[in-house]
Structures are given as C-alpha cells and as structure tokens.
C-alpha cells in the first residue's frame, strides 16, 4: 500500500461550538461577556488571579459537560486513509475524546494546571476540580495550564514544521484573528491544496478553498472531497 499523504488540521472554537462550547468573537461569543484583558492576559493575571481562576474553573466545568461532534470524529476517522495531525488553538480536550492519535495544542489544556514555580511541573484535574491561587498540589501553588495574551507559544515551533511538511491544509472554525496561530497558513509548501471549513469567515486568505458551513456539516463535505480523491488514485 502507498505511503499515506499527511493531512495537517488547524481548528478553532468553531469546531466545538455545535458541541456547545461557545467561541469568543462571534456575536454570542465569550469576549461579549468578558473583558479578553482581564481573563485572558499575563497582566490580567498578575492584576487579578481570582477573576482567572474562576474564569477557567467555570469553562472547565461547562467542558465536562460537553461531547465531541462529528467534525472531532470525522477528523478522527480519516486516520484510517490520511497521517493526520491537528494543531489546535482550543483548549478543550474533545479531539482527545473523539480519539484523535495526533495532536498539538498550541494555548494550552483547561483540564490541565501547572506550578507557578516550574512550569515544566503540569499537573492533570479533570473537569471539576476548582482552584484558586491558593490551591497546591504536591506541593506547588498552580495556575491554568493556558496560554495567556503576552505570554509566548512554546508549541508554535512544532505546528510550523508540521505545516511545511503537510499535503493538504485545512482550516476549521478560527477567526484567523489571533497570532502566531493565525500565520501558520504562511508556512504550508507551494501547491499544496488548503480548505478552510467556517460558515462566516471574517477573512479569506489568497489560494484557499472556502466551505461556508459550519464543522459538522463542512466537515462532511471535505470527507466526501478527500475520500473521493483517495479513489481517484487506486
Ligand atoms: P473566534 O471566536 O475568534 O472565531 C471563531 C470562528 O468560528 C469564527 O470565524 C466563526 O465564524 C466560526 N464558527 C462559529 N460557529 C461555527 C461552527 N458551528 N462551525 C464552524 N465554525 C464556526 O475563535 P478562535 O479563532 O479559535 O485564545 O480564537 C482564537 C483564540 O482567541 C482562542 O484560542 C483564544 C481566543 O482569545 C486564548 O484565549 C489564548
């Protein structure tokens, strides 16, 4: 059998929202209810680490109450015809859940915290656990194992040598707004095919083939295209 193509996957909060999580810019989406700033800055942090925790603890628990969609399972199920790899800027754990094999995210994991002391110390909590800046565990005060606005993005390097090495791109439920994510578009090699799956995108990069349906629906659609193109070759 021929070496499967590799077929790299950047998702959004797009790709959660018909599991219920709600996005942060859309017209419902979180930043409407919270100051981006003070939740979700390394100022804010410092300014105010009680609003933070409590912040995430209410995201995570909204989490645990949410199931993968089948845009999470389609993407899971393509690893049968596909080497496929998804960089997410989310911080749920629902391409965990639906059982993706390969998966890098790039701000961070709300079911995970870390020691404020050694950040190399990260520590697994699951859905309902509740902390504040008081809370330890074994030993360390922690903080959300999340990637804050001024803070760098240590997995950023990885994602891009992921994208250069792509046969096909796809982008699903981002608004493309946020940096470095947004630029690893830049990285993909000359020719090679890029979807962006997003029923309203806010910006149409040059040379991408737009699907303006939402994740499960588009999802469906690129399965078709791909599996389709699988065919065509045998
Ligand atoms: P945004 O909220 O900026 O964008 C969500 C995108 O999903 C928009 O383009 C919507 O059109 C699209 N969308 C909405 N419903 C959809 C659906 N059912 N199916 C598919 N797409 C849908 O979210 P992100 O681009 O992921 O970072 O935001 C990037 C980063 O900004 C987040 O990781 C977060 C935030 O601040 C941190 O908090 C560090």
Request: negative net charge; aromatic residues 8%.
């Amino acid at each position: 059998m021929s070496k499967k193509l590799k077929l790299v996957v950047s998702t959004g909060a797009g790709i959660s929202a018909e599991s219920g999580i709600k996005t942060f810019r859309d017209a419902d989406g979180l930043w409407e209810n919270y100051n981006v700033m003070e939740v979700a800055s390394h100022d804010g942090y410092l300014r105010n680490p009680e609003l933070i925790h409590k912040f995430y603890n209410d995201r995570r628990a909204d989490l645990g109450k949410a199931e993968p969609n089948a845009a999470h399972r389609i993407l899971k199920d393509l690893e049968k015809y596909y080497d496929v790899y998804v960089i997410t800027q989310n911080v749920d754990d629902l391409h965990e859940r639906a059982g993706s094999s390969n998966i890098t995210h790039l701000h961070g994991e709300l079911t995970k915290v870390r020691a404020v002391d050694d950040e190399s110390k990260v520590f697994k909590i699951g859905y309902d656990v509740r902390t504040t800046p008081e809370t330890v565990i074994e030993g360390h005060k922690v903080r959300p194992h999340i990637v804050f606005f001024q803070e760098a993005v240590p997995m950023i390097e990885p994602a891009t040598e992921l994208v250069a090495e792509a046969d096909i791109f796809v982008i699903i439920g981002t608004s493309l707004a946020v940096y470095p994510a947004a630029g690893l578009l830049n990285y993909v090699r000359r020719g090679v095919p890029v979807y962006y799956i997003d029923p309203a995108p806010s910006r149409v990069p040059a040379g991408v083939t737009v699907i303006r349906k939402t994740a499960t629906e588009g999802m469906a659609e690129l399965q078709r295209i791909l599996l389709a193109g699988i065919a065509d070759k045998q």
